[in-house]
Every structure is written in structure tokens, then in C-alpha cells.
């Protein structure tokens, strides 16, 4: 099973999460999941401007990214934002 790093930045606080998926496809999902309980554990009058779940591949390299407001703000569920990075960059972690 492939091995995914997920980031939830919220609060000003950075938590890393690893876990093992059955396919990359689940690892969209699976960030609106943790955003979703992130956001449901923090104050009701919380801002989430800022806050998002980025999801690593097990070599590092940044896959998506799922910020709170696409989720609560009315935008599509689960819909990412495209990344401002370039592809195939690897991060630290």
C-alpha cells in the first residue's frame, strides 16, 4: 500500500499524519476527512483563511494540497487548489 504524509496546517499549528492508502486516489479524500476534523475540533468562531491539509507521496514530493475554505467556504467539496509550486520538487519531512 502506498505511504502518504499528510501536513493539516490550522490554527498556526502544523500536525504531520502518516498513513497508508489502497491508491493515490484516496489521498484527496482522505485530506477533506482531516480538515473537516480539524476544523470541528477548533473554536466555532475559528478564521480558517490560511488553514489547509498538503498530502505527501512517500518520496516527499507535494501532491495535493486541500485548503479549509474549499471545503466550508462553498467552493466544491474536495476541490484543490493547483499547486504554486513546481512540480516534482521534493519537500523536507
Known amino acids: 500500500m502506498p505511504s502518504?504524509?499528510?501536513e493539516v496546517i490550522a490554527g498556526g499549528q502544523s500536525n504531520m499524519i502518516k498513513e497508508d492508502l489502497a491508491s493515490v486516489?484516496?489521498?484527496s479524500p482522505r485530506a477533506v476527512e482531516l480538515?473537516?476534523?480539524a476544523?470541528?475540533?477548533a473554536?466555532?468562531?475559528?478564521?480558517h483563511s490560511g488553514?489547509?491539509?498538503k498530502v505527501y507521496d512517500a518520496a516527499g514530493y507535494l501532491i495535493a494540497t486541500v485548503n479549509f475554505s474549499d471545503v466550508f467556504g462553498g467552493g466544491p467539496l474536495g476541490?484543490?487548489?493547483p499547486l504554486n509550486e513546481e512540480?516534482?520538487?521534493k519537500r523536507s519531512g
Do not use: M, W
Not at 473554536?43 to 478564521?47: G, K, L, T
Open 4 to 6: 502518504f504524509r499528510f
Open 25 to 27: 486516489d484516496l489521498a
Open 35 to 37: 480538515a473537516k476534523g
Open 39 to 41: 476544523a470541528s475540533t
Open 43 to 47: 473554536s466555532p468562531d475559528a478564521d
Open 51 to 53: 488553514s489547509r491539509v
Open 79 to 81: 476541490q484543490t487548489e
Open 87 to 89: 512540480p516534482g520538487v
